[in-house]
């Protein structure tokens, strides 16, 4: 009876522990949604009628203070931007509700850049501004999530909306490579967070709630690639009106893995309370982990592709491969390979996508080509040759 009352108590800890240090919405933060707003568009046509669009932008501006400054694509205003200024032009506001419509400002915007800033007359009180964080490769392979209001949401299922933070949709995804666009020289994040209409200038963010990019546009050859304007370029067009904003640097301490290293504990003392009992000590293999790939090629230094259900393609041509090589690695092909995660089986599947020098299984087995191979967690793989080595996990 002693050693169960001990087990229960430090079960007791542990779930302590849990809840003062995880969020109570554990992965996504709430606390984003008080910082976006819906920013509708309103440009005449040729017979001089209204025409309407609608977009996403958030708030920035000093921690504490009611904020004034939005930050949006510059396409989400370009019909506005057209109209002109003046009277009979064009119409721009932003919807705190549906009921609480303000008009918006054209501070200045970058079409290049395809980012714009706008502003309301007078500090609000019915947003807050939110952080900015400028990342680089270490992020690779981390939880983000997109934050807007796309205007298919409520065109699939017609919804009671009024059009405040509260309705807005939260995709998620990981950063899967940050890019330079050639001809601008534009910095990107590729992510496959879904965004559709309606979601453009909306944040996207970490688990922390910093805006680490602003929502643009989906890919035309890949319904899994998506793509966000790097902070970097916003803070530039924001230091030349001298509109003011706060830049945080992530601690990179997750609460979580102090849950987990607690758990791991509680699971070895009450192994060795239930021993003289007869009993089985509890196991981790019913907690759902999520599956990723991680190369192993010195020119990723140990990138990590999570996977979210859909199957990712490995090889050198950039416009559809998620894990991807440098033009002229040898041994891998432009698309080489395919693997997916099968939740219901726990197993990943991997196809060679009929490449020049092949897929293998650590040991030199050879997948055959176009038929998708079963491979337990744990398993390595490789294009080609052994330089080009990918490992299957959970975590």
Do not use: W
């Amino acid at each position: 009876m002693k050693k169960i009352r001990l087990l229960i108590t430090l079960i007791c800890i542990v779930v302590l522990m849990a809840v003062s240090t995880v969020p109570a919405f554990a992965a996504f933060n709430n606390a984003t949604l008080d910082g976006i707003v819906l920013i509708s568009v309103g440009a005449p046509d040729y017979r001089g009628n209204m025409s309407y669009s609608r977009g996403t932008g958030f708030f920035v501006g000093e921690k504490g203070d009611n904020p004034q400054y939005i930050v949006t694509n510059c396409h989400v205003v370009e019909d506005f931007i057209l109209a002109g200024k003046a009277l009979g032009g064009g119409e721009l506001h932003v919807a705190f509700d549906e009921d609480n419509l303000e008009e918006a400002y054209l501070v200045d915007y970058d079409a290049e850049k395809d980012l714009a800033v706008l502003k309301l007359a007078e500090p609000t009180t019915l947003r807050s501004a939110l952080p900015m964080e400028v990342i680089d490769d270490s992020m690779l392979g981390e939880e983000v999530y997109a934050v807007g209001y796309p205007a298919a949401s409520d065109a699939t299922v017609h919804s009671v909306t009024s059009f405040g933070k509260k309705d807005a949709t939260v995709t998620t995804g990981s950063v899967s490579r940050l890019i330079t666009e050639s001809g601008t020289g534009r910095q990107l994040i590729q992510t496959d967070a879904s965004l559709s209409g309606g979601s453009s200038g909306g944040p996207l963010v970490n688990a922390d709630g910093t805006v680490i990019g602003v929502n643009t546009y989906g890919s035309n050859l890949d319904k899994n690639l998506f793509y966000a304007v790097n902070i970097s370029e916003v803070q530039p067009l924001l230091d030349q009106n001298n509109i003011p904003y706060v830049v945080v640097k992530s601690s990179g301490f997750n609460p979580i893995i102090l849950v987990a290293v607690a758990a791991v504990v509680v699971i070895a003392i009450a192994v060795i309370v239930l021993k003289g009992k007869g009993k089985k000590a509890p196991t981790a293999v019913e907690n759902k982990k999520s599956a990723f790939v991680r190369s192993m090629a010195q020119q990723h230094g140990g990138m990590t592709v999570t996977l979210h259900g859909q199957p990712v393609q490995v090889g050198r041509d950039r416009a559809v491969c998620r894990v991807i090589y440098q033009d002229g690695t040898p041994g891998v092909s432009s698309k080489h390979c395919q693997i997916f995660f099968n939740e219901s089986e726990g197993m990943f599947e991997v196809t060679d996508l009929n490449s020049t020098y092949g897929t293998f299984i650590y040991g030199g087995q050879r997948i055959v080509p176009n038929t998708p191979t079963k491979l337990a967690p744990g398993t390595t793989i490789y294009l080609g040759e052994m330089d080009n080595s990918l490992y299957l996990g959970l975590e």
